[in-house]
Each structure stands twice: as structure tokens, then as C-alpha cells.
């Protein structure tokens, strides 16, 4: 048995001089845990000891550890040459080893055994869950290795991150958030992260992210609408300030290729960069839109694209030297369909991102058949969550559906990379540690199996099946708007609600159903106006019902919480299902309301139907306002937490609800 700790002493963590920095990172945060559930500060040393108590962590690819294994006879045969393997080995009652293959296998061990033996929740920060003390921490002798055996680059995508921006409003800058969502990568051993929507390299303080990204030996890319750093509005921002008139790449790639080597240049100099390649218009558009000059045809589109990205592989190469290069294109939007047609030519270098469909975030309509080339390498882009048609402030997807999609994913070969769109993360931390389950190990966890350890991680065993029926309840409350392929593949959720709400508007004012965005052909897909109002109408009024039921059992269910477990599950279960009764509701009341203005109806019944609306988005607010007084009382970190709903912006809803009123009133006179 070997003894961590106790009350009165500590083994010494011994870490070997030529570690690599982030090695050294994550045995600070080890060290940490250790005295949040002992109150004990470890002592460290970077030699090890002759005699004593001594937890002894180290890189095979440090001369200095592997000389100690050889010497001391521990097999490593298992993580020999393997890709960010660990073991953890009990040799004897006074000595323990954490060992990887390369320094991120290192940091997966260490992370590993906070987790497995001092019971640090990896997501702590973001679930407000900390540990249980302990007096005393003794290990059986145990031999324990692990590696991926899912995908091989793992990791996040920060994106719409409106509510982060409070946080880093709090805190001065946007670092010490940074440093959370790192620090949560890290110990659901992710290796990959895109930092933010948008990053210029050439603003100090934007580029400091980049470096506290790769000093915590995490890989980092860039939003797929900026390859190589540079993003449409970059070029038009720079023919600005230059005075020039703005250019597209058919005419002007001279100037495209000029700022691409200026932040090659300046990216080139940080470790572990994969590559965002591509070429993609304004506002994450197609290139073509808004710009006469590009091809027509699907070839001659799918061409210029491969062009450019052929040219940013040859300058990325010249500025990398000798340097390991891994590079990436992200078939988003338009991307499917151009490789689909056999439209793009891509190197075989460079690993080929397929993307779901982000409105119901699943993979498209014939993604098995996909061409998958020899000696090219495939990789998927997903969303748990994805502004404009939801989900954002709640979750939508399902365990299910999360697993369903992976697998499809893995059955199809495409494990080189897996991005996952996760916005502010705090609002999808179930997901999240699911999703990063499935990438290590795709095999290792059915839905009801990962949601009861969750739920008793998180809110306690005697709970915790309360818990995981009261998720599955709220995960099947959304209204169903695609079943085709999977259940609930397609659910109306709050994004979409907002969308479909202003259709409405705009049919009480008098226009017919348009289909207003290329992302949101589904949402809108209905032979005529009056079956997309019977529609919505009939699915809210059920839906809302649902989720008020969802809403009651959480009421319920809170009090029977431990109290420190209160703030959290409020924020998951009470917040989100509240606010997609509202949401429903308001759709709910403006379909009566468009459908009363459709047969010129009474002027009194459309009223009472835009009152119906007004008072539900109130209500949405209210709630919001309420989660904001408890968490300003208690819990300091997230006090300003939807200070900065930009996106779902409830109070221009409102505003937009409230001015239909006059519709009535105009009728009257």
C-alpha cells in the first residue's frame, strides 16, 4: 500500500530536471488537489530519493527518467513509441511512478490520478464541484496503462462566446478564463483547442493566447473561416487602412498571399500549430457571396479553393523549415458539397475535416458514402452547441445522439482529428465530459451508463438516478422536427425559436414565409405560410408542456440536493427547461397571433395572444434575472454570467414583441 498522505506528512513528487514545461504545469495542479481535499503542501524535487516516500512523474523521452526505469526495471513495454500513453504503477510501499510516452501521456497520467484517486470532478470549476476532504490517501499496489483509442487530435472549438466575455470582463483580460477552459481541457485529456472565434496574431495582447495555449502542451488551430490566421474581414481591413479598394482572391491573390505569410510567420514560431487551411468569405460565408468575380460552376469554385489552400501548405512549409507540420481543412457549409462533387483537390498531407450539418448537428445525408481517398487522413467537426439556430443557452443534445453520431464517425475511419463547437462550455459540461469520453475511448461508454456516474459525480449517489430520469425527461421534452436516421435528430431549440419567432413577426406583418438563411432550410421547409404557423403551434403547445413538467420536477428534486449541489443543478435543469417553456410559449402565442392576422380575426383575440407573448419573453428575462441574484449572493465567479447575452438578447425579443401591439391598436382606428 502506498501512502500519499495522511494528516501529518506527505510523499515527496519528484520531477526530473528536462521535463517539458507543461509536464511541470500539471504537477502544480496535482500538488494543488492535493491540498484542496488534505490541506497538505507536497514537497518537490527533481531527483529522486534514496529514502522516503516519493511519487515519481516523467517523460520516456527524458533521458534522465528513462535511465531511472532502466535501472529500476519497470516495464514500459506497453507505451513504448505509443502516442500520449501513461502508467501508473505501484513499485513498492514507498515508491509510485507516473510515466508517459511523450509529455502529454505524462500530463494524461497525472490528470488521470487526480481523478481516479483524490476525486477532483475534471470540469470542478465550471459544475461548482469540489472534492471531499480525505485524512489520509493510501494506494494498493495497481499497475494501470492507458492511451487514446479514439481520435487522435481531441478538442474544442470556444466560439459565440458571449457569456465568456462577462467572465473576462470580471477577471481584466481574457487569460484567467483561458486558463479555466485550458486547465478543464487538460484533465478530460483533450490535446486540442481553438481558443476563440477570432484571433489576430499581430495584437499582443490576442497573440499571449496562442502562447499560454501551447505552453500548456495543448495544439491549437484557428476558427475555419480564418485559415492561417486570416480571415476575409482581415483583408478587408487592411485595404482599408491602405487606402485600396477591396479585392477578392480571383484578381488580387497577391494581396491574400501577402498577409497569409505575415501571420504565417508570426504563428510559425509556437509549437504544436495545426494548420487551418481553406479560403471562406465574410461573416463565415462561401467565398462567393457578396463577390461577382468568383466561378460559378461547383469546379471552378472547387478549384480557386484549392489553390489557395495549396498555396498556404507551400508557405506554411517554407516558414516551418524542418519542423513537423500537421494541417487541416474544415468542409464546413459549403465544403461537403464541393468534396462531395469531386470539386476540391486536397494534399494528402492534410487531414480532411468532415462537419455536421450545424441546425440539427449530426452528420448530412450521405456522409457514409463519402469518398475517403488512400493516404489521406479524415477528421469531424461538430456541434454541441451552434448560435443562430440553437442550442446556446441550454442543451439540446442528447447522450444519445452524441454517442450515435461518434460512432458513425468511427465506423467511417474519420478519428484523425475531432473539433467539438462547445461556445461558453459552462452551459454544456454534460455534454462536454461525454464527448470527451467518447474521442479517448469511443467503446467505453453507453449513454445511461456515462449519465448515472455524471449525475452521482455530480449531485450525490442517492440522487443520482433522480437525476439522470429528470435529464433524459428534459432531452426528450424539445419538440421533434427531423427523425429521420436517429430520434430527436433535429429538435426545436432555443436558437431556432428566436428564428422561427421573427418569421412570425414578419408574417403578422403582412409577408409570406420566406426561407431568410442558407444554414435554416429545414427550419423553414413548409409548402405554405399557414402550415408553417399549424405547425409550430401544435409543436410548442405540446412542447411547452414538457418542459413545464421538466421545470416542476426540478423545483422538487432541488430541495432533496445536497445544498452546495443546489446552485449547480439550477443553473442545468431549472434555468434551461424555465427557459424553453417560455421560448415555446412565445412561439406558442405569435403563431395564434399571425394566424388571427392571416383571416383579418379579432383585433381583441390577436391582443390577448401578442400579451401571451410579451409576458413569456418577460418571463425568460426574469428568470435569467433571478439565476443572475442568486449566483451576485453566492457564487461569485459566475455573477455577471448573462450579463452579456448578446446573442439569444431577450430585451430586443421584447422590445420586437411589444411593438406588434400596434398591429391591434392601427386595426381599430
Not at 162 to 177: E, I, M, R, T
Not at 495 to 520: F, H, K, S, Y
Request: glycine share 8%.
Amino acid at each position: 500500500m502506498f501512502r500519499l498522505f495522511d494528516r501529518t506528512r506527505g510523499a515527496a513528487v519528484c520531477v526530473q530536471a528536462g521535463e517539458a514545461g507543461c509536464v511541470a504545469l500539471a504537477v502544480e495542479d496535482l500538488c494543488n488537489d492535493v491540498r484542496r481535499v488534505s490541506g497538505l503542501t507536497l514537497s518537490t524535487c527533481s531527483t529522486p530519493c534514496a529514502q522516503g516516500t516519493q511519487l515519481i512523474i516523467g517523460t520516456l523521452t527524458n533521458p534522465a527518467i528513462r535511465q531511472w526505469v532502466q535501472e529500476h526495471h519497470v516495464d514500459v513495454s506497453p507505451m513504448e513509441g505509443q502516442w500520449e500513453h501513461y502508467l501508473m504503477e505501484t513499485l513498492s510501499e514507498t515508491t509510485m511512478v507516473i510515466l508517459g510516452s511523450d509529455e502529454r501521456g505524462t500530463m494524461w497520467g497525472i490528470y488521470e490520478f487526480c481523478a481516479r484517486f483524490l476525486g477532483v470532478d475534471p470540469l470542478y470549476w465550471w459544475t461548482e464541484n469540489e472534492p471531499r476532504k480525505l485524512d489520509k490517501l493510501d494506494i494498493p499496489h495497481l499497475r494501470i496503462w492507458d492511451g487514446p483509442k479514439g481520435f487522435r487530435f481531441r478538442g474544442w472549438f470556444i466560439n459565440d462566446e458571449d457569456l465568456l466575455s462577462a467572465l473576462s470582463a470580471q477577471a481584466g483580460s481574457y487569460g484567467p478564463v483561458l486558463a479555466r477552459i485550458i486547465e478543464a481541457a487538460l484533465r478530460l485529456k483533450q490535446n486540442l483547442l481553438i481558443p476563440c472565434s477570432f484571433l489576430n496574431i499581430f495584437d499582443p495582447t490576442e497573440e499571449a493566447i496562442i502562447r499560454q495555449v501551447t505552453e500548456r502542451g495543448l495544439f491549437i488551430s484557428m476558427h475555419h473561416q480564418e485559415p492561417v490566421g486570416i480571415s476575409q474581414q482581415t483583408v478587408e481591413d487592411y485595404c482599408r487602412t491602405k487606402g485600396m479598394p477591396q479585392v477578392n482572391y480571383v484578381d488580387n491573390p497577391e494581396v491574400y498571399e501577402q498577409l497569409w505569410k505575415q501571420s504565417i510567420q508570426k504563428w510559425a514560431k509556437y509549437k504544436h500549430v495545426i494548420w487551418q487551411l481553406g479560403l471562406r468569405g465574410r461573416g463565415d460565408r462561401p467565398v462567393w457571396y457578396g463577390c461577382s468575380q468568383i466561378p460559378q460552376t461547383d469546379a471552378e469554385r472547387g478549384a480557386l479553393i484549392s489553390k489557395a489552400i495549396a498555396r498556404q501548405l507551400e508557405l506554411v512549409h517554407e516558414a516551418c523549415g524542418d519542423a513537423p507540420v500537421y494541417s487541416s481543412t474544415t468542409l464546413w457549409m459549403e465544403g461537403m458539397p464541393l468534396y462531395q462533387a469531386g470539386a476540391l483537390d486536397l494534399p494528402g498531407e492534410t487531414i480532411i475535416v468532415m462537419s455536421d450539418f450545424g441546425p440539427d448537428q449530426t452528420w448530412p445525408d450521405g456522409y457514409e458514402a463519402l469518398p475517403r481517398f488512400p493516404g489521406h487522413s479524415y477528421g469531424i467537426y461538430n456541434h454541441l452547441a451552434f448560435w443562430g439556430c440553437g442550442p446556446h443557452l441550454v442543451q439540446g443534445n442528447s447522450p444519445e445522439k452524441i454517442r450515435w453520431n461518434f460512432q458513425r464517425a468511427v465506423r467511417c475511419g474519420d478519428t484523425a482529428y475531432s473539433i467539438t463547437n462547445v461556445a461558453n462550455v459552462r452551459e454544456f459540461v454534460c455534454g462536454i465530459a461525454y464527448m470527451a469520453s467518447l474521442t479517448w475511448n469511443p467503446t467505453q461508454d453507453d449513454p445511461t451508463a456515462f449519465m448515472q456516474r455524471w449525475c452521482m459525480a455530480e449531485y450525490g449517489g442517492e440522487e443520482a438516478a433522480a437525476c439522470s430520469a429528470l435529464y433524459a425527461q428534459y432531452f426528450n421534452a424539445f419538440a421533434q422536427m427531423d427523425t429521420s436516421l436517429f430520434p430527436r435528430r433535429m429538435v426545436l431549440m432555443d436558437g431556432m425559436c428566436r428564428r422561427v419567432a421573427m418569421q412570425l413577426m414578419n408574417i403578422i406583418r403582412g409577408q409570406e414565409l420566406t426561407q431568410p438563411d442558407i444554414q435554416n432550410k429545414r427550419l423553414f421547409d413548409f409548402p405554405t405560410t399557414d402550415a408553417f404557423i399549424a405547425w409550430y403551434r401544435k409543436a410548442t403547445e405540446d412542447g411547452m408542456e414538457r418542459f413545464a413538467a421538466v421545470y416542476r420536477r426540478a423545483v422538487s428534486l432541488r430541495e432533496e440536493l445536497p445544498v452546495e449541489r443546489r446552485g449547480f443543478f439550477s443553473d442545468q435543469l431549472l434555468m434551461q427547461s424555465g427557459v424553453m417553456e417560455q421560448l415555446y410559449t412565445w412561439v406558442w402565442a405569435l403563431c395564434g397571433a399571425a394566424a388571427n392576422r392571416r383571416i383579418g380575426g379579432d383585433d381583441q383575440a390577436f391582443l390577448q395572444c401578442v400579451a401571451q407573448a410579451e409576458t413569456a419573453i418577460q418571463s425568460a428575462i426574469q428568470m435569467k434575472s433571478a439565476m443572475q441574484i442568486r449566483k451576485s449572493a453566492a457564487h461569485g465567479p459566475w455573477k455577471n454570467w448573462y450579463a452579456q447575452d448578446k446573442l439569444s438578447d431577450f430585451a430586443d425579443a421584447l422590445c420586437k414583441t411589444a411593438a406588434l401591439k400596434d398591429m391591434g391598436n392601427n386595426a381599430k382606428t
